[in-house]
């Protein structure tokens, strides 16, 4: 977003920060009126006249890294009863950290949409040949980081000390879009922040993980079991 545009939006957005009183002592929805509106509506024009990127160019991909990392945790849970009688385990699920999502470019505007398919595909995450629309896709702009539950029951293991963990396949890259030729080449960088999964984990203590376990796993048990 150009500095003007954003300066604008910060303007708009300080004119009633808080809320601001009613007649009846509440508060009601900050709206923009007078100048504050008329900067508003100018940062929004601003953003629709960015030019787009021209289409059928060349992404390439540069300081790409595609790591496992863990974002919840449970505290660990010695398992006990009657012998061959479902256990529940009980140990909430703490967030650790918080992922969000994003794509930031300076140069001619690109649709989110078609860089995370691109990149999709650079990563073997999406075919080629798939629509976009229709793709499995990789996590959205703005979107999130889920932590994955813990809970449910498990049997047969009592005596043991269990550990239930949530990880993220993070995905981060720069990258480069060119398209045109000539006095019309066209270039825009940009930077995207996605995931691809996350699921939920369990391990126990005291027993060796598998040598393909993920990075994540490998700090749950850091955490959870130490010595």
């Not at 009126?33 to 289409?55: L, M, N, T, W």
């Not at 649709?111 to 040949?129: M, R, S, T």
């Amino acid at each position: 977003m150009h500095l003007g545009a954003a300066a604008a939006i910060v303007a708009a957005a300080l004119t009633c920060v808080s809320g601001c009183s009613s007649t009846d002592g509440g508060t009601t929805d900050a709206k923009p009126s007078g100048p504050a509106k008329a900067e508003a509506a100018e940062a929004d024009q601003a953003v629709a006249r960015e030019p787009r990127a021209c289409r059928g160019g060349t992404y390439t991909w540069f300081n790409l890294r595609k790591h496992s990392v863990l974002n919840g945790l449970a505290d660990p849970q010695r398992i006990t009863g009657k012998p061959g009688e479902p256990v529940k385990l009980t140990e909430p699920m703490r967030r650790l950290r918080t992922d969000q999502a994003s794509l930031d470019t300076q140069g001619p505007r690109l649709d989110p949409q078609e860089v995370l398919f691109a990149l999709g595909v650079h990563i073997g995450f999406a075919d080629k040949d798939e629509d976009p629309e229709d793709a499995a896709g990789l996590a959205e702009p703005g979107e999130y980081a889920p932590v994955e539950g813990g809970g449910g029951e498990i049997s047969g293991m009592n005596g043991a000390v269990l550990v239930d963990f949530s990880s993220l396949q993070l995905v981060e890259t720069d990258f480069q879009y060119t398209c045109g030729s000539g006095e019309r080449r066209e270039r825009t960088t940009g930077h995207v922040v996605t995931w691809t999964s996350s699921s939920l984990g369990e391990l126990r203590c005291g027993v060796p993980l598998p040598r393909k376990a993920s990075a994540a796993a490998h700090e749950a048990l850091r955490l959870s079991c130490p010595g």
